[in-house]
């Protein structure tokens, strides 16, 4: 079945630095999506990104499908940044990945 | 308001004792689905449904049913609970358009099965 390889596992800034945050996976997806999950659990979706890219705030989203990746851009971070981002790839049914818990200093 | 609500938030259960998580939307999508989700890892996909009356298997649906008797509700039952099934259990609805499907999560229910 579809698998998802997020990196970097773990990333630590400083606030106001930028994160670039990847994604990977196996078959060519029908829909790419980003998600936040906060420390307390919740999951809020970012974006929805199939293809190219997309920015919304301070979050670019690029899709390169025929690579099977797709990366999250954060500019300029906030300490209200820090949680998992969890990338989910849709091949019939939504495969996750693990996730990068971002963490930022202020 | 919320629009995907989960209840309870926190269940104990003892082996081979019959849980039931509930989940219901406001948001009239057609698709919901149950995930589970263990510590450090993503959400995997238990049992999902494209409207009242039917219920999918996802990709981990040993020792789980579900039942989506209306299109508000959808349940996840553990007839007979096992410590392995100790997660956080999230429901989302989805709107279904087209090949892309945005997903909304519940606020999920931490289930500990001693």
């Known amino acids: 079945g579809q698998q998802v390889q997020q990196s970097p596992a773990s990333l630590v800034l400083q606030e106001g630095e930028n994160a670039e945050l990847q994604c990977n996976f196996s078959?060519?997806?029908?829909?790419l999506q980003w998600f936040y999950q906060s420390p307390g659990g919740s999951l809020v979706s970012l974006l929805s990104?199939?293809?190219g890219t997309k920015h919304t705030g301070r979050l670019t989203s690029t899709t390169v499908t025929k690579e099977r990746r797709s990366s999250l851009h954060i500019s300029s971070s906030q300490t209200t940044d820090s949680g998992t981002y969890l990338c989910a790839s849709r091949t019939g049914k939504l495969t996750f990945g693990d996730g990068t818990v971002l963490t930022v200093k202020p | 308001e919320a629009a995907v609500t989960q209840s309870p938030r926190n269940k104990v259960a003892v082996t081979g004792g019959k849980v039931t998580l509930s989940c219901n939307q406001t948001n009239n999508h057609n698709n919901m689905y149950w995930y589970r989700q263990d510590t450090g890892h993503g959400l995997r996909l238990i049992h999902y449904s494209y409207g009242a009356g039917s219920t999918e298997k996802g990709d981990i649906p040993d020792g789980y049913k579900a039942s989506r008797p209306s299109q508000e509700n959808f349940s996840l039952i553990l007839e007979l609970a096992t410590p392995s099934q100790t997660s956080v259990y999230f429901c989302?609805?989805?709107?279904?358009?087209?090949?892309?499907?945005?997903?909304?999560f519940g606020p999920g229910t931490r289930l500990l099965v001693l």
């Open positions: 990104n199939p293809s």
């Open positions: 989302a609805s989805g709107d279904g358009t087209g090949g892309a499907d945005t997903q909304y």
């Open positions: 078959s060519t997806a029908t829909q």
